[in-house]
């Protein structure tokens, strides 16, 4: 299973660019990288899943570079309610049976 | 669509007491997962259903950690007896399994258990 690197913590400022780097050195061929976010007393979300180049939705956007041993979560414009934990996961195509969570990238937002 | 429903939110028990966590997935969701996570890590895999069917509980503690899914859909999760160390929050997250996977898990908002 790959295993995932990325910061512990970061700060920003409201309406400002967040850009949130996990690394994973050994992603196997058919692993896909998913986000999640967890705000305090919740459950994690899913934000985004790409295999390669980049992918948008309506709340981040997925940069993949070709050798895939990285990715970056990136968040338009933060505002005080993205505050929350952040992890980065690989695993097989269409599988959530192998997901490992790490301790996640905690991003804190000031106005 | 209701999401994956959780009960209790909490509970505060002392410890060598019974506990028991209820999960209620999302229907059409055939695959139910049991996590735990304890302060500022990030969640672990207790136990993965299929239908009714443990088919990963690689993870659980079973000298005091039990789990069923009676007809495939509500799931519970048991502690007998508690300890100290089991202070933490169960989440129950579901899933389409099979080739319906899409890859998001769907989490329910957890119960926090606390071991006093």
């Known amino acids: 299973l790959a295993k995932t690197t990325q910061p512990i913590s970061m700060d920003s400022y409201e309406g400002q660019e967040v850009n949130i780097t996990c690394s994973h050195n050994?992603?196997?061929?058919?692993?896909?990288i998913t986000w999640y976010q967890q705000f305090p007393s919740q459950g994690p979300r899913f934000i985004i899943q790409?295999?390669?180049t980049k992918v948008t939705n309506e709340v981040a956007s997925l940069f993949i570079p070709a050798d895939r041993k990285s990715s970056t979560l990136s968040l338009p414009r933060v505002s005080l309610s993205d505050t929350a934990v952040y992890y980065c996961?690989?695993?097989?195509?269409?599988?959530?049976?192998?997901?490992?969570f790490g301790t996640g990238t905690r991003l804190q937002v000031f106005p | 669509e209701a999401g994956v429903v959780q009960s209790p939110r909490y509970k505060i028990i002392e410890k060598k007491q019974p506990v028991a966590f209820w999960c209620n997935p999302i229907?059409?969701?055939?695959?139910l997962y049991w996590y735990r996570q304890n302060l500022g890590q990030g969640p672990e895999l207790l136990i993965r259903?299929?239908?009714?069917?443990?088919?990963?509980d690689s993870q659980l503690p079973k000298d005091r950690f039990s789990a069923e899914r009676l007809k495939g859909v509500d799931s519970t999760l048991k502690i007998q007896p508690a300890e100290l160390g089991d202070s933490a929050v169960y989440l129950c997250?579901?899933?389409?399994?099979?080739?319906?996977?899409?890859?998001?898990?769907?989490f329910g908002e957890g119960s926090r258990l606390t071991v006093l």
């Open positions: 790409g295999y390669k």
């Open positions: 259903y299929e239908n009714e069917e443990a088919v990963d």
């Open positions: 997250a579901s899933t389409y399994g099979g080739t319906a996977n899409t890859g998001e898990l769907f």
């Open positions: 229907s059409g969701h055939n695959t």
């Open positions: 050994n992603i196997a061929t058919n692993d896909y």
């Open positions: 996961l690989v695993g097989p195509s269409y599988n959530t049976d192998k997901l490992i």
